[in-house]
């Protein structure tokens, strides 16, 4: 298997402009999770989804952020209006669960510069 | 939810020498207790786990031990090369089954 893979690799963007990342996690897991990482706060667990379906979105800062999984091979992190604040490194991560949630799969990350 | 620290934020050691790296956390109901190595410009990825029915694991030079009573738990690297350099996360989860990670220990070995 490829591996959990993000797209962008890099994105810099002007203050207002929407920020789309996307995520494919590895076939088969049925968690997938978006974090947050910068130096101030480390890594922020913003959303996971189990099977699909978001199961815990108390960590998505403002209602900018938004997060979808339409299928198991696909998910997007949406930011709309992006502000400078935002400038982090967002990583995608997968994982297989057997009764628990056990080692995650991260990307490579997607390094988002706003203006 | 639960809380977790990490100690030291940094680490400085000598090639050959050993790393020690503490992770602490609040929820008892914790059973899984994974290392997270963060290369530079890369995702974290996991070096070692344990989970709460056994007290140490060794994998070569990497070993975990755990401490449930004082719900504690370290990283001991031995012979540190410079690849070794990177940020370590400690990441433990049980009661909610969803991992907290730590704020991370930079690792710096000198050759």
């Known amino acids: 298997d490829a591996g959990v893979i993000q797209s962008p690799r890099h994105e810099v963007t002007e203050m207002g402009q929407e920020v789309t990342l996307r995520c494919k996690p590895i076939?088969?897991?049925?968690?997938l999770f978006w974090y947050r990482q910068t130096m101030m706060r480390g890594l922020e667990l913003l959303i996971y989804?189990?099977?699909?379906?978001?199961?815990?979105d108390s960590g998505m800062p403002e209602d900018r952020f938004s997060a979808k999984m339409p299928n198991a091979s696909f998910s997007t992190l949406k930011i709309q209006p992006s502000e400078p604040r935002d400038s982090a490194v967002y990583f995608c991560?997968?994982?297989?669960?057997?009764?628990?949630?056990?080692?995650?799969?991260f990307g490579e990350g997607s390094r988002l510069t706003v203006l | 939810g639960e809380n977790v620290e990490q100690h030291p934020s940094t680490l400085s050691v000598q090639e050959g020498d050993s790393a020690v790296i503490k992770c602490t956390y609040s929820?008892?109901?914790?059973?899984?207790f994974p290392w997270y190595k963060q290369e530079l410009g890369k995702g974290p990825q996991l070096i070692i786990d344990?989970?709460?029915?056994?007290g140490e694991k060794k994998d070569q030079r990497i070993a975990v031990t755990l401490n449930k009573t004082a719900k504690h738990f370290s990283l001991h690297i031995t012979e540190t090369q410079p690849e070794d350099s990177a940020v370590y996360f400690c990441?433990?989860?049980?009661?909610?089954?969803?991992?907290?990670f730590g704020r991370g220990t930079s690792l710096i070995v000198h050759p």
């Open positions: 991560a997968s994982s297989l669960s057997r009764g628990s949630v056990g080692e995650l799969f």
């Open positions: 076939s088969g897991h049925d968690y």
């Open positions: 989804f189990n099977n699909n379906v978001p199961i815990d």
């Open positions: 929820d008892s109901a914790s059973n899984y």
């Open positions: 344990i989970r709460s029915n056994v």
């Open positions: 990441a433990p989860s049980g009661g909610s089954y969803i991992p907290t």
